[in-house]
């Protein structure tokens, strides 16, 4: 069993990443949208091997947590540390270059591009020629494009995504979209990967699959993921810690069994006992 | 050898050419036509503002088809082309004999001046979007216009003269004006030939065809369809679109270089609100992001009202009665896809290599 430990600041993090740099930490993180607190004082750190979960009622402020992670929404109060490199001055783009990558809640593909296309364009970054090498078709250019097909292939075939590679992202099934974008998320290289409602839409066949999926990510690729996700099955089974929110304030944090039990997480899902009868 | 035929006519590249067959083949056939049965000279006149206008059509549909961004001020890197060309040659004709050579530098320095006018203008632009966009760019297209009206520049054997608002130039004989405000060029030499403008549309098609399929095409591509998901696989959008809008703006400068070269006088309302709005139209006509198609357009659309010349005063109402019903056509969806099934219908009874012997 996965044994958390506290840091001084009152964060936990997984015992066999304690000593390692967090690959997230935030401090104090909050937003006001027109004066009304989205989120507030929120506090996390996140191992660079673990795989934790961000769980709550609706409206929590859960995709907005994401969202102020990846810069989408600057942040009114806090910090946020990726890889312990402060991000206040950082945008969405640089986020993702600090390794910090995501899926979104309503599939965000390039819909009318084919599937290797949406991953090459997450690959753009480790790419290396310039517009006169892509006009003159230099051979620079065809020993880039040919190495990035390769690598964009070798991915796909980890997901057994290789044979749709020339299908139009938009024509995908609705469990092959959301793989796409868990495999575009990883072209960019994160150290850690945001999963927004993954099993969203899934029968239990499938969420079973994408279970094992995301343990084969974090194994295979040595990274962490925070994922946000109303199937507590799934977070219950993968995830090592988790963190509850409500009303934009994390009200509980962390291991599986911990939360399962916590009366105040309970009284958040399923409201008072004493307001039942 | 066989890999480069195959490459050619790979389903996926058949649409780019295609886009060559019909370039190629249309200045094959206009130069048959012009050495044996011999063309009208109205037609002969055309053909180099055809190939200008097709040039300026397939660079914006780099910014409005593939990019996803409307610009209404295309007219303004034409012109500012054409007239750093004029200026170009002017300067240099005393000193450079060779025509083709004179309009070649015309050309690329035409393009060079236009891609820095959108460089310059990309920045504010494109930090907006949409509406607001297409907003601003209409109005650089006019102080463009504005400043060009005020320009007197002249050259003689001290150098070049130079005068903004009133003609304050003062030339020793042998000097000649090469701007004078409203009036613009005046006594341009004409150089512009149609094997020039059909070099330069394949020269644009190379350039807009390997710039979509390389890594620039695909984050252009990307930050169209969908910005935030870009933005969060570390797509820099606003350079991604202003590599777009710069090669465009030179492109389209270098169109302006050779439609400038091809009259004896130019003047800078030539490039106005009007001349953006129709090559928008050939774009728009052509399809978005459709390159065989804004030629073909363009083709058709700019040959039009000199077909109904003979209608006298009804063309323009003639020509835009048809630009009407062509919209209407081929936006209708029920239209479309009986096309479409009646292209899958000839596709399914076409003889199948393997099931030949069968039948």
């Known amino acids: 069993m996965t044994k958390l430990v506290q840091y001084p600041s009152g964060a936990y993090v997984l015992e066999r990443d304690a000593y390692s740099t967090p690959v997230l930490e935030t401090y104090h993180l909050g937003i006001d949208f027109g004066g009304l607190s989205a ?25 907005t947590v994401f969202n102020l992670l990846t810069k989408v929404y600057q942040p009114s109060k806090g910090t946020i540390l990726v890889n312990g490199h402060d991000t206040s001055k950082m945008s969405t783009v640089d986020v993702n270059k600090a390794g910090v ?3 979104f809640q309503n599939i965000r593909l390039f819909d009318k591009m084919s599937v290797i296309d949406n991953v090459k364009v997450a690959m753009n970054n480790s790419m ?3 517009p006169l090498h892509a006009i003159f078709r230099t051979p620079k250019y065809y020993k880039e494009e040919k190495r990035i097909h390769q690598k964009a292939l070798e991915l796909l075939d980890i997901f057994n995504m290789s044979d749709l590679a020339e299908t139009t992202a938009g024509s995908l099934p609705y469990g092959a979209q959301r793989r796409l974008e868990i495999i575009r998320a990883l072209a960019t290289k994160p150290l850690l990967l945001l999963l927004d409602e993954p099993a969203a839409g899934m029968n239990p066949n499938e969420t079973k699959e994408l279970m094992e999926t995301i343990r084969g990510i974090r194994d295979k690729f040595n990274i962490a993921i925070i994922l946000i996700e109303h199937d507590m099955s799934l977070v219950m089974n993968i995830c090592e810690g988790i963190a509850v929110l409500n009303y934009g304030r994390i009200i509980a ?10 009366p105040v997480v309970i009284e958040a899902y399923l409201g008072k006992p004493d307001q039942e009868d | 050898m066989e890999k480069t035929i195959r490459k050619i006519f790979d389903k996926k590249h058949i649409s780019r050419t295609i886009s060559y067959l019909v370039v190629i083949g249309g200045f094959v056939a206009v130069q048959l036509l012009m050495n044996t049965v011999g063309i009208k000279s109205l037609f002969r006149s055309l053909l180099v503002p055809t190939c200008c206008y097709i040039v300026a059509a397939l660079s914006l549909n780099l910014v409005v088809g593939v990019s996803g961004e409307l610009s209404l001020g295309h007219a303004g890197f034409m012109s500012v082309g054409a007239f750093t060309g004029i200026i170009i040659c002017g300067v240099l004709e005393p000193y450079l004999a060779l025509n083709w050579l004179r309009l070649l530098i015309a050309i690329i320095l035409g393009g060079v001046a236009a891609a820095i006018v959108g460089l310059l203008i990309s920045i504010p632009v494109l930090k907006l979007q949409g509406d607001y966009l297409a907003i601003v760019t209409l109005a650089f297209c006019q102080i463009i216009k504005s400043l060009l009206n005020n320009i007197y520049l002249g050259i003689d054997s001290n150098g070049l003269h130079f005068s903004f608002i009133e003609n ?3 030339l020793i004989p042998g000097g000649k004006m090469l701007l004078s405000g409203p009036m613009g060029a005046t006594a341009t030499t004409r150089l512009a030939t149609f094997t020039a403008g059909f070099l330069l549309i394949l020269l644009s098609l190379l350039i807009i065809y390997n710039l979509t399929y390389s890594r620039y095409g695909r984050t252009i591509m990307a930050a169209r369809d969908n910005r935030i998901a870009a933005e969060s696989v570390g797509i820099h959008i606003r350079n991604t679109k202003m590599l777009a809008f710069v090669i465009s703006a030179c492109l389209a400068g270098m169109s302006g270089a050779l439609f400038g070269l091809n009259y004896s006088t130019l003047q800078p309302a030539k490039f106005d609100f009007n001349l953006s709005i129709l090559i928008l139209v050939y774009v728009v006509l052509g399809g978005l992001g459709n390159i065989t198609g804004t030629i073909i357009a363009t083709l058709i659309l700019y040959a039009l009202p000199e077909l109904l010349r003979g209608l006298q ?16 056509i081929t936006n209708n969806r029920k239209l479309k896809d009986k096309t479409d099934a009646l292209i899958a219908d000839i596709k399914a009874r076409l003889p199948k290599k393997g099931s030949a012997a069968h039948d």
């Open chain 1, 39 to 63: 989120v507030n004082n929120f506090n996390i750190i996140v191992g660079p091997t673990e795989i934790s979960g961000l769980i709550g009622p609706n409206g929590a402020g859960k995709t």
């Open chain 1, 101 to 103: 990558a995501r899926t």
């Open chain 1, 128 to 130: 290396n020629y310039n």
């Open chain 1, 253 to 262: 944090k962390g291991t599986p069994k911990d939360i399962q039990n916590n």
């Open chain 2, 168 to 170: 304050r130039v003062s």
């Open chain 2, 313 to 328: 005063d009804y063309r323009m109402l003639i020509y835009s009665i048809i630009l009407i019903v062509i919209m209407l």
